[in-house]
Nanobody, 128 residues
Framework: QVQLVESGGGLVQAGDSLRLSCAASGRALSNYALGWFRQGPGKEREFVAAISLSGGRTTYGDSVKDRFAISRDNAKNTVSLQMNNLKPEDTAVYYC?????????????????????WGQGTQVTVSS
């Protein structure tokens, strides 16, 4: 089982940028597809972004498309989420997740149940 620890959260203003990182230990991240999910206050957890094993396929939730970018660095065993033009509705706890799978379907990457390892989350608060 891979252990995941998120960092980089904080309090920012609308329009600002923030970069989240997720560091892995215990296993090499090169064996996993990686995703970011978030849960806002009073909301269910939702899919944000995912990246395939090779890094060749990225998938984004509709609300973050064109603003967020996911990337992976297998040499450093990390996955990152660059968040630009942040909005108050992006306020949430952000979780990284890892799953040992490959799929040709982008929709598959949006499912929570395919990720077996989860971090504890990092809080992102965007003020208006």
């Amino acid at each position: 089982q891979v252990q995941l620890v998120e960092s980089g959260g904080g309090l920012v203003q609308a329009g600002d940028s923030l970069r989240l990182s997720c560091a892995a230990s215990g296993r090499a991240l090169s064996n996993y597809a990686l995703g970011w999910f978030r849960q806002g206050p009073g909301k269910e957890r939702e899919f944000v972004a995912a990246i395939s094993l090779s890094g060749g396929r990225t998938t984004y939730g509709d609300s973050v498309k064109d603003r967020f970018a996911i990337s992976r660095d297998n040499a450093k065993n990390t996955v990152s989420l660059q968040m630009n033009n942040l909005k108050p509705e992006d306020t949430a706890v952000y979780y990284c997740a890892a799953g040992s799978f490959y799929s040709a379907s982008s929709t598959y990457y949006t499912r929570e149940d395919v990720y077996k390892s989860w971090g504890q989350g990092t809080q992102v608060t965007v003020s208006s």
